[in-house]
């Protein structure tokens, strides 16, 4: 493979519902291209792309993956990238170093929640996009209905360059509308008449592109309403116009299975779709956080983002980068820009699929692999001293369910540490939250079927096998009245003993810390056994006598008690605050708080009501509702995080896929009754199972 400059290079991350073929369609690509020799499929274990032991186990993409395909003087980079919403930070990957857009659409299934989700994220990138409607070969794909859907969700934008020709219930070829030829798959070496069935409808499709292209151009528009035809260099100027734009977005049709449409979508990429190095200049952020502006040529200082991190067992850390700016060689001295640490490059490679090819250096606009850096994570910069500077991160999905996760044995406790964090180098779209209170070790992925693959590379990859119970949700407990007690500690034991006395008052008070405060007077309990008092109060406010989680908003104030002047001890006193709490706890009026989370939901507005009404059974207070960009509501509510533990889920089968959510905490509340009886007769049995044990 020949080194390619940045105005030769053609970035596209492929996009769409799962299951519409964008995998299928890049083997067929590797395929027609014979970089490979046969067409791969995902669950037979022979694809270039979903190469992974847990996708063939799975049949679909789990993870991105590049594949490098020369084409006509052109180097297109396919970014292969997943269409469930459990894997959606592998797309952000993609689509934070893509400069365009291919989505594939079913023409069996038409417009899906991924194919919206699609054309909303390439839509906020403002890249270019082509639609490929794929599976024209299967029962009941139909290319019309198709078409009518994706016209109908996303505007006269869309416009067909393509559409097939159908006899007797089968795709037999193909019209080029831009052309008004007809290709038959039976003889493809040359074109034939457009049959005259489908004529009226060609010229109609050309009209749509006519008026497109003459919206980008006052020349064109004149010559337009004139009445006068385009030539041909008039056609592709005004066409690369409004691909460029975002005002025109072709749609080609064809099989991934049968080939077909291959050479064509080819051609439309590389004649259409604009290369890195006609975005000019390119943001970046100096070490103040200014925003500077980078060349996007060779001639400019070298910098590199990382975007994808995998961790090899036998090569070591694996970097995918693009070059922002300049070139990167193996002998240029690299710098990481967040972490202030240099970096050794042995050699540069493409990726393809999961093997890389070793190349001399990479322009600016490609997309490469570094192996064995030390110190880089995604998200990072690597540059030269000439230009210290850094690029925005890609903004992760944030996970939102968890599992506490428990090694099976003892003796995977470092392992599963080690295999852990790991697994979220590779995956910033994972979290592990470490919670002292409730000794838990809570993984966070986007669904179900995320944290599935976490667990299962874990067990496969890092030899460590866990147990998985629903987190602990962590209320409080706290007090409504007064009580004023004593507590008395007295040993005698044949030697020394022991001998502590103290009056404490229990009584509400702000703030999540208990407040301590002393009315001793006349020397009752000397000063030097406050902090022995304070102590022992404090540690029992860590287990509430109701249901044993830690207790908040309590004032406690020491006013009276005793001691001996030989017996008395720091520990006695101890002992006697505990005998205190004991005594005063109960007497208080105690009560169970739950935590309230603020939660912001994304919907298309036909669910709004769905929404609405599910908060309501979870006891949510729904605090407002707004439009955001794309016509979907947002809608705000403040809800008992003890009923969101599998939001995650349930949202997406409400909305059929079409929701988004986050939940953050904000805040306790007094737990009605039912919730807090069934709070404190759980924490009961617990605790009778534990005895038992």
């Given at each position: 493979m020949r080194d390619y400059l940045a105005n030769e290079v053609r970035n596209i991350c492929l996009l769409g519902h799962s299951g519409s073929g964008k995998t299928a369609l890049v083997e067929s690509i590797l395929f027609y291209n014979k970089l490979t020799d046969r067409l791969g499929k995902t669950l037979d274990g022979n694809s270039a792309m979903d190469f992974d032991s847990e996708e063939i186990r799975r049949g679909l993409s789990i993870y991105s993956a590049i594949a490098p395909v020369e084409w006509k003087d052109c180097k297109i980079n396919f970014i292969d990238?997943?269409?469930?919403?459990?894997?959606?930070?592998?797309?952000?990957?993609?689509?934070?170093?893509?400069?365009?857009?291919?989505?594939?659409?079913?023409?069996?299934?038409?417009?899906?929640?991924?194919?919206?989700?699609?054309?909303?994220?390439?839509?906020?990138?403002?890249?270019?996009?082509?639609?490929?409607?794929?599976?024209?070969?299967?029962e009941n794909a139909s290319f019309d209905k198709t078409y009518d859907q994706l016209r109908e969700r996303f505007g006269k934008t869309v416009i067909p360059f393509e559409m097939p020709i159908v006899e007797n219930g089968a795709v037999i070829g193909s019209v080029n509308i831009l052309k008004n030829q007809a290709w038959y798959y039976k003889d493809l070496t040359k074109p034939a008449e457009v049959p005259a069935g489908i004529a009226a409808t060609v010229k109609s499709y050309y009209d749509q592109i006519a008026e497109a292209v003459a919206m980008g151009d006052d020349e064109l528009m004149e010559k337009f309403f004139s009445g006068e035809p385009f030539s041909d260099e008039e056609l592709k100027r005004g066409l690369m116009i409004g691909v460029r734009a975002g005002e025109i977005k072709p749609v080609f049709c064809g099989s991934a299975a049968k080939g077909t449409g291959i050479e064509r979508l080819l051609d439309l990429i590389t004649e259409y779709f604009p290369s890195y190095a006609e975005i000019k200049l390119v943001p970046a952020y100096n070490e103040k956080g200014e925003e500077v502006r980078l060349e996007t040529n060779?001639?400019?200082?070298?910098?590199?983002?990382?975007?994808?991190?995998?961790?090899?067992?036998?090569?070591?850390?694996?970097?995918?980068?693009?070059?922002?700016?300049g070139v990167l060689s193996s002998d240029t001295q690299i710098i990481n820009v967040q972490k202030d640490k240099n970096e050794k490059i042995s050699n540069v490679f493409v990726a393809f699929g999961k093997n890389q090819i070793a190349v001399g250096k990479l322009f600016t606009g490609d997309i490469g692999v570094v192996v064995k850096l030390q110190n880089t994570d995604t998200n990072d910069t690597l540059a030269t001293r000439a230009k210290m500077v850094y690029y925005k991160p890609i903004d992760f999905p944030k996970p939102m369910l968890g599992l506490a996760i428990w090694p099976?044995?003892?003796?995977?406790?470092?392992?599963?540490?080690?295999?852990?964090?790991?697994?979220?180098?590779?995956?910033?779209?994972?979290?592990?939250?470490?919670?002292?209170?409730?000794?838990?070790?809570?993984?966070?992925?986007?669904?179900?079927?995320?944290?599935?693959?976490?667990?299962?590379?874990?067990?496969?990859k890092y030899k460590v096998e866990?147990?998985?119970?629903e987190p602990k949700v962590q209320y409080r407990e706290t007090i409504l009245g007064k009580a004023e007690v004593q507590g008395k500690h007295k040993k005698q034991s044949g030697g020394a003993g022991q001998y502590g006395d103290v009056w404490v008052r229990f009584e509400p008070a702000e703030g999540d810390e208990m407040i301590f405060a002393e009315e001793v007077f006349g020397g009752a309990v000397p000063r030097q056994y406050f902090p022995a008092v304070e102590a022992g109060l404090r540690e029992c406010m860590e287990k509430g006598v109701l249901a044993g989680y830690k207790v908040v908003g309590v004032k406690a104030t020491l006013y009276d008690g005793s001691y001996h002047?030989?017996?008395?001890?720091?520990?006695?006193?101890?002992?006697?605050?505990?005998?205190?709490?004991?005594?005063?706890?109960?007497?208080?009026?105690?009560?169970?708080?739950?935590?309230?989370?603020?939660?912001?939901?994304?919907?298309?507005?036909?669910?709004?009501?769905?929404?609405?009404?599910?908060?309501?059974?979870?006891?949510?207070?729904?605090?407002?509702?707004?439009?955001?960009?794309?016509?979907?509501?947002?809608?705000?509510?403040?809800?008992?995080?003890?009923?969101?533990?599998?939001?995650?889920?349930?949202?997406?089968?409400?909305?059929?896929?079409?929701?988004?959510?986050?939940?953050?905490?904000?805040?306790?509340?007094?737990?009605?009754?039912?919730?807090?009886?069934?709070?404190?007769?759980?924490?009961?049995?617990?605790?009778?199972?534990?005895?038992?044990?």
């Open positions: 990238t997943p269409g469930y919403l459990d894997y959606q930070g592998e797309m952000e990957a993609g689509l934070a170093v893509a400069d365009n857009a291919l989505i594939i659409v079913s023409a069996r299934d038409g417009v899906q929640s991924g194919t919206e989700r699609a054309v909303r994220a390439a839509s906020a990138r403002f890249l270019p996009t082509i639609f490929f409607v794929n599976k024209m070969d299967e060779e001639k400019e200082a070298m910098t590199a983002f990382v975007f994808k991190t995998i961790i090899d067992p036998f090569v070591g850390r694996i970097s995918f980068l693009k070059v922002m700016t099976k044995s003892k003796n995977d406790e470092d392992k599963l540490s080690t295999g852990i964090n790991r697994i979220l180098e590779e995956d910033p779209s994972a979290k592990l939250v470490k919670n002292a209170e409730t000794k838990e070790q809570v993984l966070y992925g986007l669904g179900d079927q995320h944290i599935d693959v976490l667990l299962s590379k874990l067990k496969n866990v147990t998985t119970t002047p030989v017996d008395s001890k720091e520990i006695a006193f101890k002992s006697a605050a505990r005998l205190a709490y004991r005594a005063g706890m109960p007497k208080a009026k105690p009560i169970i708080l739950e935590p309230i989370g603020k939660c912001e939901v994304i919907i298309p507005d036909e669910f709004t009501g769905t929404i609405i009404g599910d908060f309501n059974k979870r006891r949510g207070i729904i605090l407002g509702m707004d439009m955001v960009e794309g016509g979907d509501q947002k809608v705000t509510v403040e809800v008992p995080m003890a009923e969101m533990q599998k939001y995650a889920t349930e949202l997406r089968s409400m909305t059929q896929g079409r929701g988004s959510f986050y939940l953050e905490f904000s805040r306790y509340e007094h737990a009605p009754q039912p919730v807090a009886d069934k709070v404190i007769a759980e924490a009961a049995k617990n605790k009778q199972e534990e005895d038992e044990d």
